[in-house]
């Protein structure tokens, strides 16, 4: 098979689409590359989604910690203190055995006079259920690095804020939230950077892949055992992961252009890579 | 924190905690068929618990450093420590 039919067969092999059988017989670096990268195309759906939503949740979830109100705060306390405190596989675990307890058929919900079935099924998929297990847990990570920004806005931006006149909302839309964002926007990037690489976990503990559609690392244990050799297929997930890693960095280096335009030249903090050789 | 749990990580060939728990927790592995069935669940809650009560003694410690490191600064934590009279 030529390199360009294995792409053709298994460039999409992921999401179902093309051959069904895997690779038996020869496997070349074509073969590892086309498969793995069709993989990846997983933990791109997983990360890009569950950092999409959580941004939203952790904006909240920052406000609500940073709030007077305990009814507020405490939750936020909570729920920041469980998904941060307990390991991600842990969370997959639990998550898939809570998912699988749920009855196949689906919850009746009586209404009177009619019945609404909640179909439940869908949440033991890994699609929807480490989906949402990710969500959660960049929610509270995003948000504690959310918080501790918002606790370091300067109180002289909210004094000139104060003193425009500005209070509630508009104080908040036009000074606070870019300011926080701002501040944040380094650690963000780094969350963003461990999301994607948390990604790999899903298949990996709880949930099962049907029909092997699986993830980058989930084609790459496939291909480890299969030829007994992990010094070509783990390599090759770790050159994907580089690039996709690169690629964040690229575009929350734009974001945080666009956060910082206002500051003068010197004090500008650009996102660079700095590769951690020690660590 | 992170790097608590990431030391889970390293014993992907060395045997700790949590792989005890997956491979004792399991009513069947390629070594032993356990006369018990899946215990995996409470093992994990288990380990669950235990992983939030070492985050808990991290986190006290942390906020106690970050209260310290703020006190004074001209922030809204320092701002909010001012106004509470601390």
Not at chain 1, 156 to 181: C, I, N, Q
Not at chain 1, 215 to 230: E, G
Not at chain 2, 44 to 55: E, Q, R, S, V
Request: aromatic content about 16%; hydrophobic content about 50%.
């Amino acid at each position: 098979m030529s390199c360009w039919e294995t792409i053709t067969a298994y460039g999409l092999r992921s999401i179902g689409v093309g051959e069904r059988l895997l690779p038996k017989g020869e496997m070349t670096l074509c073969e590892h590359f086309t498969l793995i990268g069709s993989g990846l195309i997983w933990n791109l759906y997983f990360g890009v989604l569950a950092l999409f939503f959580g941004f939203f949740l952790a904006n909240a979830l920052a406000l609500a910690k940073a709030s007077a109100n305990p009814w507020l705060r405490k939750p936020a306390e909570w729920f920041i203190f469980v998904f941060r405190g307990s390991p991600l596989f842990i969370q997959f675990f639990l998550a898939y055995e809570a998912f699988v307890l749920l009855p196949r058929a689906g919850i009746d919900i009586p209404l009177g006079f009619i019945t609404i079935t909640v179909a439940t099924s869908w949440l033991s998929k890994a699609w929807a259920g480490a989906l949402i297990v990710l969500f959660l847990n960049t929610a509270a990570y995003a948000g504690e690095i959310f918080y501790g920004a918002l606790n370091a806005v300067p109180k002289g931006d909210l004094e000139a804020a104060d003193a425009y006149g500005m209070t509630g909302w508009t104080k908040f839309r036009k000074v606070v939230w870019p300011t926080m964002m701002r501040l944040a926007w380094p650690a963000y990037t780094n969350e963003a950077i461990f999301m994607f690489h948390a990604t790999t976990l899903v298949y990996f503990s709880g949930f099962p892949a049907f029909q092997q559609k699986g993830d980058a690392l989930y084609y790459a244990t496939y291909f480890a055992a299969k030829t007994f050799n992990p010094f070509v297929a783990y390599p090759v997930i770790a050159v994907y992961f580089i690039l996709l890693t690169l690629t964040v960095i690229g575009i929350f280096g734009m974001v945080n252009r666009r956060l910082n335009r206002h500051l003068p030249q010197s004090q500008r903090q650009r996102i660079r890579l700095r590769p951690q050789v020690i660590r | 924190m992170i790097l608590i749990q990431a030391t889970r990580f390293c014993s992907l060939r060395i045997e700790d905690i949590v792989y005890w728990a997956s491979d004792l927790g399991g009513a069947k592995t390629s070594q032993y068929d356990y006369p018990h069935p899946d215990w995996r669940l409470w093992y994990f809650i288990a380990l669950l618990i235990f992983y939030l009560l070492l985050t808990r003694v991290s986190e006290s410690v942390l906020t106690r450093l970050t209260a310290r490191l703020s006190h004074g600064q001209a922030t809204m934590a320092g701002e909010a420590q001012r106004r509470a009279g601390r």
